[in-house]
């Protein structure tokens, strides 16, 4: 273990593990324990969550209950986030936020993350400074905007953008308008 780790430093490889006892028996999910995250992470944190959801909404691996939870997650996550990051004392708002988090968690499990977060993954562990959040922000435009070119799976993107607010959405492009309306509302439009 000492000899990995090492290992990790020096090459700043930054990867996932996982093993069946890692999984919590029970979890308790208490906005109230959240009403003290900074605006900034509280932005972060909750553009992970939706990532989370996102790439899994674009995995092939997609399924019908990872979609229905994903598609409800985004949907909360992009309708209050930004009062979260306004008013960190809105405990409706980090309610729902705290659903969409815990749901990123089950909707990995049921499919996965994809190229969006090993992408990141790679960013902060040459940047340890980068959180984690911030770094998913930085690289989703460009991320989403080449599966949407290549025609991956445009009715995904339709489903996200009508999910996040955009309910006429039609175009795949729809979801890139959502997003970049979602950043200038938490106030993450233009990390550098
Ligand atoms: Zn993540």
């Given at each position: 273990?000492?000899?990995?780790?090492?290992?990790?430093?020096?090459?700043?490889?930054?990867?996932?593990?996982?093993?069946?006892?890692?999984?919590?028996?029970?979890?308790?999910?208490?906005?109230?324990?959240?009403?003290?995250?900074?605006?900034?992470?509280?932005?972060?944190?909750?553009?992970?969550?939706?990532?989370?959801?996102?790439?899994?909404?674009?995995?092939?691996?997609?399924?019908?209950?990872?979609e229905a939870i994903a598609l409800s997650?985004?949907?909360?996550?992009?309708?209050?986030?930004?009062?979260?990051?306004?008013?960190?004392?809105?405990?409706?708002?980090?309610?729902?936020?705290?659903?969409?988090?815990?749901?990123?968690g089950i909707t990995m499990q049921l499919?996965?993350?994809?190229?969006?977060?090993?992408?990141?993954?790679?960013?902060?562990?040459?940047?340890?400074?980068?959180?984690?959040?911030?770094?998913?922000?930085?690289?989703?435009?460009?991320?989403?905007?080449?599966?949407?070119?290549?025609?991956?799976?445009?009715?995904?993107?339709?489903?996200?953008?009508?999910?996040?607010?955009?309910?006429?959405?039609?175009?795949?492009?729809?979801?890139?308008?959502?997003?970049?309306?979602?950043?200038?509302?938490?106030?993450?439009?233009?990390?550098?």
């Amino acid at each position: 273990m000492v000899l990995a780790s090492s290992r990790i430093w020096k090459t700043h490889e930054k990867i996932g593990f996982g093993n069946p006892s890692l999984t919590p028996v029970i979890s308790i999910v208490d906005p109230k324990l959240m009403l003290s995250v900074p605006a900034k992470y509280t932005a972060y944190q909750g553009f992970d969550a939706l990532f989370h959801h996102t790439e899994v909404m674009m995995s092939k691996g997609i399924n019908l209950l990872s979609e229905a939870i994903a598609l409800s997650a985004i949907k909360s996550i992009a309708e209050y986030l930004p009062r979260a990051v306004r008013n960190g004392q809105d405990l409706e708002a980090r309610e729902h936020v705290a659903y969409g988090s815990t749901m990123a968690g089950i909707t990995m499990q049921l499919t996965s993350t994809t190229a969006q977060h090993s992408m990141e993954h790679a960013m902060s562990a040459y940047h340890p400074s980068l959180p984690h959040g911030a770094g998913l922000i930085l690289i989703s435009k460009a991320f989403a905007e080449f599966f949407i070119e290549k025609k991956a799976c445009d009715q995904q993107f339709i489903k996200m953008a009508q999910a996040m607010g955009i309910e006429n959405a039609k175009k795949p492009e729809d979801f890139i308008t959502a997003l970049i309306q979602l950043q200038e509302a938490c106030g993450v439009a233009d990390l550098k």
